[in-house]
């Protein structure tokens, strides 16, 4: 079992509101991950977070708020977006290796 | 700066054909490089992988092939069939701040014909 799962599927949001992406892992995998990816380019890693602490932070906006309250529980916090972070976002996870499975993703757009 | 990149951003091949999709990093420090593949609003799949101490690995119709020499990689799917008809990526893997970060290609969109 390699299942990532990802909430929504797909998400509008205005510019002024607060939602959340919920990404969850029952595989006993120890490092989870934030991607984003904009149409016909590859995903861009945006955190990586390892034994539930922030390891990697990619220079992302604040507006982009992570959060990891358990090893199988991976949240993207937005608020305030603008248009242009309409992507689809995935999340990863992997146990020790090299290795990252990924889920289906959530396609927002930010209006 | 593209650390890894696919130099063709499509490729047409016949069912039962060879495919062979090209990859090109330039970062030395890469320890491994894994294909994934892309359907329409799914995740990347992950197919195979390669260490970089290694030149072959083989799984089934999938080979990747390492020149380190050259910098270069390559995935071979033989035969080629229809359902192999999507966006395949390149990627490499390097450790930062004790954490395994993921470099991606441009992708390759592979179409299988019958």
């Known amino acids: 079992d390699t299942e990532v799962t990802q909430t929504p599927k797909h998400l509008v949001m205005g510019m002024t509101n607060k939602k959340s992406l919920k990404c969850e892992q029952h595989?006993?995998?120890?490092?989870m991950y934030w991607y984003k990816q904009k149409a016909k380019k590859p995903p861009e890693l945006m955190f990586v977070?390892?034994?539930?602490?922030?390891?990697i932070n990619e220079s992302v906006p604040s507006r982009f708020s992570p959060e990891c309250p358990n090893s199988s529980l991976l949240n993207l916090h937005l608020h305030a977006l603008q248009p242009e972070d309409s992507a689809l976002y995935l999340c990863?996870?992997?146990?020790?290796?090299?290795?990252?499975?990924f889920g289906a993703g959530t396609r927002l757009s930010v209006l | 700066d593209q650390q890894v990149k696919q130099n063709s951003p499509s490729l047409s091949v016949q069912e039962g054909r060879i495919s062979i999709l090209n990859c090109d990093y330039t970062?030395?420090?890469?320890?491994?490089f894994l294909w994934y593949k892309k359907y329409p609003a799914e995740g990347p799949t992950f197919l195979i992988s390669i260490s970089s101490i290694k030149d072959k690995n083989e799984d089934g119709r999938f080979t990747v092939f390492l020149n380190k020499s050259a910098k270069h990689l390559s995935l071979h799917i033989v035969p080629s069939q229809p359902g192999d008809s999507a966006v395949y990526f390149c990627?490499?893997?390097?450790?930062?701040?004790?954490?395994?970060?993921?470099?991606f290609g441009q992708g390759t969109r592979l179409t299988i014909n019958p």
């Open positions: 595989m006993g995998h120890r490092a």
């Open positions: 990627a490499a893997t390097v450790i930062i701040q004790g954490a395994q970060k993921l470099v």
């Open positions: 990863a996870s992997s146990l020790r290796g090299h290795i990252q499975y």
């Open positions: 970062n030395s420090m890469f320890d491994y």
């Open positions: 977070y390892s034994y539930e602490k922030l390891s």
